[in-house]
């Protein structure tokens, strides 16, 4: 009686991709909602408050009349910088929980309210206030944060594949020199018998 093979085991390259995108999603979402915290434990008059705006200084001006201001206190981050980080971590997490992908449409259609909002001083005409800056801003960085999460499970996919080629590719012959290119070997191997054949 022929037997059947047995089926492959699935791949679980993908299932770890997206376990990194998440990962990677939820933590660009607790970044994004940390910048409201300050405020609201300034209100409190908790310590750390102080602690946490240094924390988001190396990546945003934090000027206090272009952030939210919940509390009446500006956060940690300005509105616009907000809006990408919250944008960000909402691509990331769609990615990894459905898979979305980006369309060139998308693109700039997610883009085009920022650029409108960043050019808007540089023409002359009057930007966005902090709300619509924010609200503006969610979109560009949704799409920036699939377009990361593309790039994430790509790098683990092919780590992955890496990974197998090494688990499944042929031993080398191991001698006194394994870690040797194969010409080192073999002139190392012809060294060592040549001087075994003349103590002979």
């Known amino acids: 009686m022929q037997q059947r093979p047995h089926p492959e085991a699935p791949d679980p390259a993908p299932h770890r ?10 933590l660009a ?14 209100a409190r008059a908790v310590e750390p408050a102080g602690w946490l705006r240094l924390l988001y200084a190396p ?3 934090q000027l206090p009349d272009r952030c939210l201001a919940p509390g009446g206190l500006p956060a940690a981050a300005c509105a616009r910088c907000t809006g990408l980080y919250l944008g960000g971590a909402l691509g990331l997490l769609a990615f990894g929980l459905l ?4 369309r060139r449409t998308w693109f700039f259609a997610a883009v085009a309210p920022t650029l ?3 050019a808007a001083p540089l023409l002359g005409l ?7 800056r924010f609200v503006a801003s969610v979109p560009t960085g949704a799409v920036l944060g699939l377009f990361l999460g593309v790039a994430l499970a790509d790098v683990v996919a092919l780590a992955a594949e890496r990974r197998r080629q090494r688990t499944t590719s042929p031993l080398v ?3 006194p020199f394994p870690r040797s290119s194969p010409a080192i070997r073999k002139l190392a191997h012809e060294t060592l018998e040549s001087d075994t054949g003349g103590n002979r």
């Open 17 to 26: 991709s997206n376990r990194v995108v998440l990962v990677a999603g939820l």
């Open 126 to 132: 009057p930007g966005l206030s902090s709300l619509p």
């Open 59 to 61: 990546v945003c001006h």
């Open 173 to 175: 012959p191991r001698g």
């Open 99 to 102: 898979r979305v992908r980006v």
């Open 29 to 42: 979402l607790a970044f994004a909602v940390g910048a409201f915290l300050p405020p609201l434990l300034e």
């Open 116 to 118: 409108a909002d960043v």
